[in-house]
């Protein structure tokens, strides 16, 4: 074969492929887009994703809705769009709950590590570790000091088995080397009530969620769960900053997509969320949520998330967590 029109052929097929990469992306969305969410209106999850529909539908001209679809755990909706058409057009809006799923669930429908691509954070869930005031504690040194003077009799709650605020303290008991009886509720409000009363000694929250008890001085905030302070909470430390290397848990809330979602419509997704969630309004909108804004490239949010799944792993397997 002649090999300068070898070469002019390979150059025209590449410039073909690139034009009709960028028309992918320019083309969309060209149609209602709908985001899938697992929990209920009003939730943790989905106040977030209204407030992405909001400003992505304002932003690229079509309309951006929500379909709560609720269930075990968010691997129902998890597996729906998974199997759904990789079109850019059925996404799936999460915690990071998503990278604890192959480590809690044995026979999920889809792998939640190949199935679904993270495209882009909308927000940051801040959790804090809060106690009663019956128990003394001021700092979560208190709390780690009163655990190894009384080995096994420190109770912690959550808001469930599994969920982020148990694996959150998870974290927080290996870091310091304590041992400790959880006691799982059914929900965030139980669990604070029972804090509250003296009943349980801490719990991870949210911070919108144990607001109302802070100002009211019934309960303590001790340490911060995630990588740095809250604005809403600033004289309170992270638990690395109290001294607990590899304590602290990011819970997001993002977009995901089907795999084999055309890399332009990713990209697109990914650098408009981006944008559009960056903006000061959407911002202080995200913060009166009780949320934090949260950016990052598609590739540090691909890595991210990957490295959620191997540590998620190792701290199911260390506190025995068992899978269902």
């Not at 691509?117 to 009163?146: C, H, N, Q, Y």
Request: net charge positive.
């Amino acid at each position: 074969m002649n090999k300068p029109k070898a070469l002019l052929r390979s150059a025209g097929a590449l410039f073909l492929a690139l034009v009709a990469f960028a028309a992918t992306a320019q083309q969309y969305p060209a149609r209602q887009v709908t985001l899938v969410v697992p929990f209920t209106a009003g939730s943790g999850v989905d106040v977030p994703a209204r407030i992405a529909a909001e400003y992505l539908g304002r932003a690229l001209g079509q309309s951006f809705v929500i379909d709560n679809k609720t269930g075990a755990a968010g691997t129902i909706a998890s597996a729906y769009v998974a199997s759904a058409t990789a079109d850019g057009y059925t996404l799936l809006v999460n915690s990071s709950a998503h990278a604890l799923y192959p480590s809690l669930y044995k026979g999920l429908k889809f792998d939640p590590a190949k199935d679904l691509v993270p495209v882009a954070p909308i927000a940051e869930v801040p959790l804090v570790l809060v106690a009663s005031p019956e128990s003394g504690w001021r700092t979560v040194k208190d709390m780690v000091a009163f655990a190894k003077a009384n080995p096994g009799k420190l109770n912690y709650g959550s808001a469930g088995k599994a969920t982020t605020s148990h694996v959150s303290f998870e974290r927080l008991r290996a870091a310091a080397q304590i041992t400790g009886v959880h006691v799982p509720f059914k929900g965030t409000p139980q669990a604070i009530a029972e804090v509250m009363a003296g009943r349980v000694h801490v719990a991870y929250t949210t911070i919108s969620a144990a607001a109302a008890g802070i100002q009211a001085n019934r309960l303590i905030p001790l340490a911060m769960g995630g990588s740095k302070r809250s604005p809403s909470l600033p004289n309170v430390p992270t638990s690395v900053e109290a001294g607990f290397p590899n304590s602290d848990y990011t819970v997001w809330v993002a977009i995901l997509a089907p795999a084999h979602t055309p890399a332009a419509i990713i990209e697109r997704l990914s650098f408009e969320t981006s944008r559009v969630l960056g903006t000061p309004e959407a911002r202080e909108r995200i913060a009166k949520a009780g949320l934090e804004p949260m950016s990052m490239t598609f590739a540090q949010f691909q890595t991210a998330v990957r490295g959620e799944f191997t540590s998620n792993e190792a701290v199911v397997k260390a506190a025995g967590i068992e899978a269902e």
